[in-house]
């Protein structure tokens, strides 16, 4: 019953997503048909139309997410897919405009259907967040909660995990959390949906993957470095014999090239096209205190080497650097909105120009970090293979307490399947950072960590 009740689900989210993309198509005809007699009949404007809509829609869906209910909370499936549907109307609102031939029609698209162009991103607003809503509300009424426990070592590994955990509180009921020596473990396991797994010892892992996946359980692993190896790795026959082949090559001499040219042409015209903020905030900084404009800072790039970063000076002068929160006295007044708009890293196209950073690449860390960090954790001087990024999985999906394990295993994902494609929608998936907030978020109350159930004396062997 608990199979047809999910099918039956997933069944209906399918229904609700065409029924979502034909409405916004549809509704983007009506609006811009009042002004534009090639889309109330078949035509040429409406076939070219139609057909711009559903490409740019599903380049777009591709780039930013697609309608992932059951699995993502609302916000951020709004986020993603407003963001898709508004860029989408945009374009597909000049290719229209292109589309004009009329003098008269040009100058009437021009003049009067900016105002049908707010107006439909508005529409489609509302469109797609009653949609989601709609979606993970039946979803939800449909199926409950997964059955899961926790799989982990010690306590003091929970804090990254609990957060994640707990909000997804619809999706998951955590009803154990165990040490992964326990006699009983495989009992335990039995009675669950899922199964998390974190930060146990490979050996042991895969006696309990095995475990899960005999018995049609779930499963949720951490990854080590040597998953993303494998993960990443081709399936490949020798003559008869299966293998899992992993070249450790890096970048081609071509992938640097085209991401060389890409890194100037894009930080040359973002220069240019933002050079009146970089005006504004000069004088705003100046005016709050006097100080210097720019903030610069030692960082580490690829093979280790120190360049100097540039940012908008946000702080105050002479006081202590380091991880600032959002009512951190030592912001300026200037620099409070800096931060919040993330205009304060606009200098970064300078260091992408000449050279010191890419578009796309690991967040260039202080050396202090890359010191402390890789004395804890040798594999993380993995990530700089490749010139640090402007943005990047981490930057996008990382927050500042995101611990430097999972970053390592973020950049090293990037690293190990780069392609110039990725680069592309990591850059426009940049756009979704503007939408979140500060993610300083720390844990609070002993509430919001689970404890580790007690290992009985009889440990499995």
């Not at 006081?319 to 708009?341: P, W």
């Not at 780069?418 to 509430?447: A, H, P």
Request: net charge neutral; hydrophobic share 45%.
């Amino acid at each position: 019953m608990g199979a047809f009740k999910k099918s039956f689900a997933n069944f209906m989210i399918y229904v609700l997503k065409m029924m979502m993309y034909f409405t916004l198509l549809a509704s983007f005809i009506l609006v811009f048909g009042t002004k534009n007699i090639g889309l109330t009949r078949p035509s040429r404007t409406l076939g070219t139309t139609v057909l711009t809509y559903v490409i740019v829609i599903l380049l777009m869906v591709a780039i930013y997410g697609k309608y992932d209910i059951g699995r993502r909370k609302n916000k951020p499936i709004i986020y993603s897919l407003g963001l898709a549907v508004a860029l989408t109307d945009i374009i597909t609102y000049f290719e229209l405009m292109i589309m004009s031939t009329l003098e008269a029609d040009v100058s009437a698209f021009r003049l009067m259907h900016i105002g049908e162009l707010l107006g439909i991103l508005g529409l489609h607003t509302l469109i797609v967040v009653g949609f989601v809503s709609f979606g993970n509300w039946m979803y939800f009424k449909l199926i409950p909660p997964e059955k899961c426990c926790v799989i982990t070592t010690k306590e003091s590994n929970l804090e990254q995990i609990t957060r994640s955990i707990k909000k997804y509180q619809k999706q998951y009921d955590v009803q154990r959390v165990v040490d992964y020596r326990r006699s009983d473990l495989e009992d335990i396991i039995s009675k669950m949906d899922t199964v998390f797994l974190y930060d146990v010892p490979i050996s042991e892992r895969t006696d309990i993957v095995h475990y899960c996946y005999e018995h049609l359980i779930n499963i949720y692993i951490s990854p080590e470095v040597t998953d993303v190896v494998e993960n990443l790795a081709e399936y490949y026959l020798l003559d008869d014999v299966s293998m899992l082949n992993f070249n450790v090559e890096g970048l081609t001499l071509e992938q640097r090239f085209f991401k060389r040219a890409f890194d100037i042409v894009v930080s040359a015209l973002a220069i240019l096209v933002s050079s009146p903020i970089w005006l504004i905030a000069s004088v705003a900084i100046k005016l709050d205190d006097g100080g210097p404009v720019f903030f610069k800072q030692q960082r580490a790039t690829r093979d280790g080497k120190v360049f100097k970063v540039y940012k908008f000076r946000t702080m105050k002068q002479n006081v202590e650097n380091r991880s600032a929160t959002a009512d951190d006295d030592r912001i300026t007044k200037a620099g409070h909105l800096l931060r919040k708009t993330r205009m304060d890293e606009l200098p970064q196209f300078l260091n992408i120009f000449l050279g010191d950073m890419s578009f796309v690449g690991p967040r260039p860390e202080m050396l202090e970090n890359v010191y402390s960090y890789t004395e804890a954790l040798p594999e993380f001087e993995y990530r700089l293979r490749v010139k640090a990024g402007l943005t990047g999985y981490a930057q996008i999906a990382g927050k500042y307490n995101t611990t430097p394990k999972d970053k390592l295993i973020m950049d090293m994902m990037y690293i190990e399947r780069y392609s110039f494609w990725n680069d592309i929608k990591l850059c426009f998936q940049t756009l979704i950072v503007l939408f979140k907030s500060d993610s300083t978020e720390g844990f609070q109350s002993r509430d919001d960590v689970f404890v580790v159930e007690e290992t009985p004396i009889e440990v499995r062997k």
